[in-house]
């Protein structure tokens, strides 16, 4: 199952003075930078869910999450109830709570890229790739986009938390990566769908004891965060049951096998992400490895887009591994990786409202991408081959 026999795994301590790659000022600041100028756009073009919309008064999730914010530690529906985080947070920011809910969501969608930034440095990215990295992840349509639309939602407070998460799985500190996923499991319960993912990165075997007390550590914080909301929250009469959830909106619904597939292909990811995520598989089989037992869960899901972008946590570091590894093959210079990458977060801009751009015209413009890139490459615009130039 688990392949060829590896070399045992070397703890944080062995290989944090030689491998792992600390942010500095600089490029914290760069990072930040480049994220507000990729998202301000993108919540600019959007109609932002504000109480005078014309569909805020329609129930559905943000109703919750506001009635939870205006009377902290009533009884609520589950399961919105124990995804206090965010409702929390906002009911206690001393401004209108429209407004809290915002600026929050904003703070969690501009903190996320720097954590992601430091997973790719783990994962020997340069400080470039690393950007591009970046400028991927604003490409997700069912993130930031739709995120700046419903910026009521507890998705931003996940991503971000588990982001964090994952960043110190990698550096070897799985009880600071158990906090940061217990902040994750506050914000929604589908945190604790990463776990295995530090299980299997971690064991060389299928049975791998020592793996197996790492997580235990890693594990504590986030499912007695879990079961504490459980056994605390007063919860309001609701008749809820995930089960005949999944009946409602699972993909063996009605016409649910079409866009099941479809939400869980281009509609969440779009074209450019998973071809170049299905390259890094193969070339980082690790993590790939690791991933898949947590996309697994992830996919488990109602497939709706905005509930499979959490998958992103790992997608987009395996997209880059992947980028990577096409440059590095066919030699790409600055401008082509750059524009192969901005291609999808444009489309989106452009796009109105929250949309997801359709998959005719994303791939109109990835073959418009490739023949300009042909066309260079045959009057000798070549860079000697190599990794994405840093």
């Not at 470039?128 to 997700?140: K, M, Q, R, V, Y």
């Not at 990566?177 to 604790?192: P, R």
């Not at 992947?322 to 796009?351: D, E, H």
């Not at 260079?376 to 994405?388: D, Q």
């Amino acid at each position: 199952m688990w392949g060829r026999k590896q070399a045992p795994y070397r703890e944080s301590g062995e290989h944090n003075m030689e491998k792992t790659k600390r942010i500095s000022g600089r490029d914290l600041t760069v990072v930040l930078v480049l994220s507000a100028v990729l998202l301000v756009p993108l919540a600019m073009r959007v109609d932002s869910l504000w109480p005078d919309h014309p569909v805020f008064s329609i129930p559905a999730d943000h109703q919750n999450y506001i009635a939870m914010a205006e009377r902290p530690g009533d009884a609520h529906r589950r399961p919105f109830a124990y995804r206090l985080l965010m409702p929390y947070v906002a009911g206690a920011l001393p401004f209108d709570l429209a407004t809290n809910f915002y600026v929050l969501t904003l703070l969690f969608l501009l903190a996320t890229p720097v954590f992601m930034y430091g997973i790719l440095r783990e994962l020997d990215a340069s400080p470039h790739e690393a950007l591009l990295g970046i400028a991927l992840l604003f490409s997700l349509n069912w993130w930031a986009k739709f995120l700046a639309y419903d910026f009521w939602l507890t998705e931003p407070a996940l991503i971000c938390f588990a982001t964090a998460s994952l960043w110190m799985m990698l550096r070897g500190r799985p009880l600071l990566a158990g906090i940061a996923l217990g902040l994750a499991v506050l914000s929604k319960e589908s945190a604790l769908f990463l776990i295995p993912f530090y299980y299997v990165y971690k064991a060389g075997k299928v049975v791998d004891p020592r793996a197996l007390r790492k997580t235990a550590i890693l594990a504590a914080v986030p499912l007695a965060v879990f079961v504490g909301m459980r056994l605390w929250m007063p919860i309001s009469e609701h008749d809820y049951s995930p089960l005949a959830l999944l009946r409602q909106l699972g993909p063996w619904r009605p016409g649910g096998l079409r866009d099941s597939i479809r939400a869980g292909t281009t509609g969440t990811w779009g074209l450019a992400v998973p071809v170049l995520a299905i390259v890094g598989c193969f070339r980082d089989r690790r993590f790939a490895r690791a991933s898949l037992a947590f996309l697994v869960l992830v996919y488990i899901q109602p497939t709706f887009d905005r509930l499979l972008v959490y998958g992103l946590v790992v997608v987009i570091p395996l997209a880059v591994v992947g980028l990577r590894q096409i440059a590095a093959r066919f030699a790409l210079r600055p401008w082509m990786t750059w524009t192969l990458v901005l291609i999808p977060y444009v489309l989106i801009l452009l796009k109105e409202n929250y949309q997801s751009p359709p998959p005719e015209q994303r791939l109109i413009v990835i073959v418009l991408w490739l023949i300009a890139v042909l066309i260079a490459r045959r009057f000798g615009e070549h860079e000697r081959p190599g990794a994405v130039p840093g």
